[in-house]
């Protein structure tokens, strides 16, 4: 874990097998896989099916929810979870 409170570069970051995993910026951007993160959640994989975000709130079944990726064609899909697995 690594804080940085310098007036103008300030950011917060925690680091995993010397590999950058979480990084928040000055600016309150938080990246996952990326020190540079673009937007207000900025998710980056250079694998395929690492760059998944999985949004679930039940705790009864984890296997409700959304998944949201890009395939290897680019295209953009939005998986809806409902009493099934997905991987």
């Given amino acids: 874990l690594t804080l940085n409170a310098s007036d103008n ?3 917060a970051r925690v680091r ?3 590999d950058t995993r979480l990084h928040i910026n000055s600016d ?3 990246g996952i896989g990326t ?3 673009q937007d207000s ?3 980056h994989s250079d694998a395929f099916q690492d760059g998944r975000i999985r949004l679930t709130k039940f ?3 984890p296997n409700k ?3 949201f990726e890009v395939d290897a064609n680019r295209d ?3 998986n809806y979870l409902f009493n099934t697995t997905y991987s």
Avoid: E, M, R
């Fill in 9 to 11: 570069s300030a950011y």
């Fill in 35 to 37: 020190d540079d993160p």
């Fill in 16 to 18: 995993v097998a010397g």
């Fill in 41 to 43: 959640l900025h998710v």
């Fill in 76 to 78: 953009f899909i939005i």
């Fill in 59 to 61: 705790v009864d079944n």
């Fill in 28 to 30: 309150g951007n938080v």
């Fill in 65 to 67: 929810g959304f998944i």
